[in-house]
């Protein structure tokens, strides 16, 4: 059974920053393309990074590129995604997903961490 769980979210300022941490099992990690999602309140799902298998593909969304960072051990099964100078646009539950595509993530984001950008 696929497991990911996002951890890391919190309260946070204006320009502050966030690590959040995407704990994988029940498939081969190693093998697998992860990204992350973020659905805001009364929003639909956004796509925000997506990490290749080897670690050597990077994507980002719009919004995001040159704030936040996608990175990933597959020797501990984990991603992560360091956030720097957060806007209050930024708060959203955010999830950790398996494969590459939006459509992919819908289906197999795990469960999610909260993050808030707020004075």
């Known amino acids: 059974e696929v497991q990911l769980v996002a951890s890391g979210g919190d309260l946070v300022q204006p320009g502050g920053s966030l690590r959040l941490s995407c704990a994988a099992s029940?498939?081969?990690?190693?093998?697998?393309?992860m990204g992350w999602v973020r659905q805001a309140p009364g929003k639909g799902l956004k796509w925000v990074s997506t990490i290749s298998s080897d670690g050597g593909t990077k994507w980002y969304a719009n919004s995001v590129r040159g704030r936040f960072t996608i990175s990933r051990d597959n020797t501990k099964n984990t991603m992560a995604l360091q956030m720097n100078s957060l806007k209050t646009e930024d708060t959203a539950m955010y999830y950790c997903?398996?494969?590459?595509?939006?459509?992919?993530?819908?289906?197999?984001r795990g469960q999610g961490t909260q993050v808030n950008v707020s004075l």
């Open positions: 029940g498939f081969t990690f190693s093998d697998s393309w």
């Open positions: 997903a398996k494969g590459r595509s939006i459509e992919e993530y819908v289906d197999s």
